[in-house]
């Protein structure tokens, strides 16, 4: 008998007791509610003493010996009469819950879409059966978007390796490479190396924003979006967009590094999906106990049905549309991240001329809404 089997026998055994125990009680009072008057009426009338009475015949009755055994062996044939009401009452308790113990032992990663179902009655353990039927679908939510994460990442990560070796497969097959062709295909395969350590390094900024917030310290959003800025100001020119900025003070509490992220992917993705002689404008400022950082930027029409796809994993409104390799679809996802790590507020909205509007608002440090 396992571990778990041996609980739910002492659970009902528990039980059974308890409601053996009642039962007990209650044939107790019964018979004293029984006995204690008829007692009273043998011992008002004492043996040898006639009645008052004109009536002379013998008088039917028990005699108190009598009521006490008979009393005594009803209490014997009680106990177990009680135990055995205790033990059924009990085990018909418990039904519901090894129902649900043995469909919970069934579910697992392969078959998480299996659910208990609980019908009628709505009571307590009802209410359980659903509350498990719930965080069973969150769990399958969460397996099925892990492994089409796994499956993107395997398949982002294959890509480059591939185009590497069939370009150095191809550059040492050839008898007549001279010097200038090796240095070539040397240029693309660091080209292809670049392009996989920025992936991983991608990849790793959103590992390490759904491990959650490990340090709170208290920061200006200003500060770090000037100092972020600062470090892309040369792209943005060199694409002829312009970037504009509104900052006022935003003091907040949270990790400097993930925040750091969330404001660099905001303006990454915002100079990346641009068009020519396009703008970006970056605004903080604090209202009440929220402060609020909002990058808006001009683009492509992107439809309202489209945006929130574009918050999950390798998910781009149209990947590769112009062969371009700098963006992996985890942008985004890398905010997301970030903004329920820190348990903020994401807003976005599609412009009708064209690009989003991202606003992202954080507790002030005089409110913190750490755990």
Known sequence: MTSQQLARKSLQTRLALAYAAGIYA?????????AVPLAGINAATPIGHPSSSAITETRPGISLPQLLTGSAVAL??????ALALGWSVSGRFLRPLRAITATAKIISAGNLHQRLDLGEPMDELTELGHTLDDLFARLQASFDAQRHFVANAS??????????????????????ADTDTLRSACQEAL??????????????????????????????????????????????????????????????????????????NLIDNAIRHNHPDG?????????????????????????????QRLFQPFQKLAPDRHGRRD????????????????????????????GLSITVQFAHASHPNRP
């Not at 185009?163 to 497969?169: A, D, M, S, V, Y």
């Not at 703008?279 to 945006?307: C, E």
């Not at 903020?344 to 064209?354: I, K, Q």
């Open 279 to 307: 703008h970006v404008k970056i605004t903080t400022q604090t209202s009440g106990t929220q402060v609020a950082l909002t990058v808006t930027n001009s683009g492509p029409v992107i439809p309202d049905n489209q945006i």
């Open 26 to 34: 209650a044939g107790v009072l019964v018979l004293l509610f029984v």
């Open 191 to 264: 080209a292809l190396g670049g392009h996989q350590e920025r992936l991983v390094q991608a990849l790793l900024a959103l590992a390490t924003s759904e491990r959650g917030v490990t340090r709170w310290d208290t920061l200006d959003l200003a500060h770090i979006v000037e100092g972020v800025l600062a470090s892309r100001r040369r792209q943005a020119t060199g694409k002829g967009i312009d970037l504009a900025q509104h900052l006022t003070p935003a003091v907040t509490v949270g990790d400097p590094r993930l925040i750091e992220s969330l404001v660099a």
């Open 155 to 176: 398949h982002e990560l294959r890509t480059p390796l591939a185009g590497l070796r069939t370009l150095l497969e191809v550059a040492l097959a050839d008898p007549d």
């Open 327 to 354: 963006g992996y679809g985890l942008g985004l996802a890398i905010v997301n991240a970030v903004t329920q790590a820190h348990r903020a507020t994401l807003t976005t909205s599609a412009r009708l001329e064209g």
């Open 76 to 81: 014997i044939l009680l106990i177990p009469v």
